[in-house]
């Protein structure tokens, strides 16, 4: 059962809310997401996440583990891509924040291969 914070943050991106999980970031925050360059800030956050959920149906986050070290979360999950194909594709991936002293998000990575997804 994810936190209620993981819950918060997952809940956003599976709802494909990109600019309301930007307003979880703090105005320097960062987000690196696979691969792909960092962006910095809400607004470059929000249009990047925004972007990606262009390129597919939906998506959902299946926690399997989290730890929590002070300001600090890793999780572990598996993610089913709807395509909009209407196919789905589940891969595994973990992501990390750190909350800042406002309870902003300052540091935010995803690891995870999206090759299956353009298979």
Known sequence: ?????????????????AVGFSRLFALQGRMRFGNAAPMTGPEEIAAGIG??????KGLHHNVVREWYTGADAIVEETVDYFRLTGDTVTVPAVTMWHIDETGLIDDFRVYVDLAPLSA
């Not at 972007?51 to 597919?56: D, L, N």
Request: glycine share 4%.
């Open 51 to 56: 972007a990606f959920f262009s390129t597919i």
């Open 1 to 17: 059962m994810p936190t209620e914070f993981a819950a918060r943050v997952f809940a956003l991106v599976d709802g494909t809310d």
